[in-house]
């Protein structure tokens, strides 16, 4: 099959989730072309492992940046979408496959609409359902209209049969757009598949702490990730001045909405400020199994807008580590059902530094229970699960 992936974004956990699935398609033989907005040093992990496959920019050669306000991203991403399906037409491509879809719908559709003929089968990939709101969700007005536009554009795509295959990660997310959208050809076009997983290498505590240059008197907790407001540092942050345990916070990530003098202003009014571990930073590949080898547990402190599943969650059962985390999303419903850790209230520094607290209380009890739940968990979602249930998919659409 000639396959055409694309996502604008290659930062966080993107170029990892589109490197799994290129790696199974070009096993299985297939040609992989994969799009971007431009080019990043970041696309160098799928040099480095040797992956064949077609890398193509929108915008070569330019440095502007992905994204902005909803105006200038619905127009990039317009711009994307196009230059993926003239792509498509020019290599007579079987599949296009948007791995990223959030906020893409309305663009979409309209290229779509605008294709008079299409001899490709589309797919999508909605990693959250952010255009669903709970009862007590604070959205403001502007948000709300562009959310349920979205949300019902996707459903025409669906009903109209315009897109093929929608996955999502759980069968909680696809109840949800079941209960949204009615008809059963539309419910046979949504698939559930892994939220995948890539085993870490089996790494000793000692080892990675010392790579690492920290201390180990004290237990260690891991927030990993970049400094996005949604995942609630800041919330850590308040947490931290109202916990009086002994026990080191390592921050691991790259500053975003959150910046290093927002993290140093915080630090500045801990009591003990050199429990403050920071690494603010982009964390290269071949150090994400040491930052996860060298902790005691991880700590996901996102906000009620994240409505997803997590990678740093994923990164934590491949390690074996319990997490304390926030009932957000999907993350909490996963933790609780199979017994990754501890579940607290979201935007709440009470209940976050209560949550680790209890941690605090029975260490070696949480890493003991929770190492083989962990690995069970990181086993059952391996990213070759999620990459043949993908493939499965193509091929039953092309046969159709």
């Not at 496959?53 to 317009?78: H, M």
């Not at 403001?140 to 999502?168: A, C, I, P």
Request: hydrophobic residues 40%.
């Amino acid at each position: 099959m000639r396959i055409i992936l694309f996502d604008p974004v290659v930062g966080g956990h993107h170029i990892e989730y589109a490197s799994y699935l290129i790696r199974y398609l070009v096993e299985q033989e297939d040609e992989i072309t994969f799009v971007t907005w431009k080019s990043d040093e970041l696309l160098n992990s799928l040099s480095t492992r040797k992956i064949p496959v077609i890398i193509k920019y929108v915008v070569p050669n330019s440095e502007i940046k992905f994204g902005g306000n909803i105006l200038k991203r619905s127009w990039q991403l317009a711009q994307g979408i196009n230059y993926c399906f003239n792509l498509a037409a020019a290599q007579r491509a079987d599949i296009v496959h948007h791995l990223y879809l959030e906020r893409s719908e309305l663009p979409l559709y309209f290229r779509v609409v605008k294709s008079k003929y299409c001899s490709w089968k589309l797919f999508a990939t909605l990693f959250w359902p952010y255009f669903i709101h709970e009862p007590d969700e604070k959205v403001e007005l502007f948000k709300r209209f562009y959310h349920s536009l979205n949300r019902w554009t996707l459903g025409q795509l669906l009903r109209e049969g315009k897109l093929n295959g929608l996955f999502v990660h759980t069968d909680r997310i696809r109840d949800k757009l079941f209960n949204l959208y009615s008809g059963d050809s539309l419910r046979q076009s949504i698939f559930v598949i892994p939220d995948p997983v890539e085993p870490l290498p089996q790494i000793s505590q000692k080892f990675a702490i010392d790579r690492l240059g920290l201390l180990q008197q004290k237990p260690i907790i891991l927030f990993f990730g970049g400094l996005r407001w949604d995942k609630g540092l800041d919330i850590l942050l308040k947490a931290l001045q109202l916990i009086e345990n002994e026990v080191y916070i390592l921050i691991a990530g790259k500053p975003a909405e959150i910046t290093e003098t927002d993290v140093m202003q915080y630090r500045q009014s801990l009591k003990k400020p050199g429990y403050l571990v920071m690494r603010l930073e982009h964390i290269p590949d071949e150090d994400v199994a040491n930052y996860f080898s060298a902790v005691d547990a991880v700590v996901l402190p996102y906000r009620r807008s994240f409505k997803g599943t997590s990678g740093v969650l994923q990164h934590a059962t491949a390690s074996g580590k319990p997490v304390i985390a926030t009932n957000v999303g999907e993350i909490g419903s996963i933790v609780r059902e199979n017994n990754l850790g501890i579940v607290v209230e979201p935007e709440s520094p009470e209940s976050l530094a209560g949550g680790i607290k209890q941690f605090l209380a029975q260490p070696s009890k949480w890493r003991e229970q929770v190492k083989s739940r962990a690995i069970q968990y990181a086993k059952a979602n391996h990213w070759r699960k999620m990459a043949t249930g993908v493939r499965k998919v193509y091929l039953s659409k092309i046969k159709e």
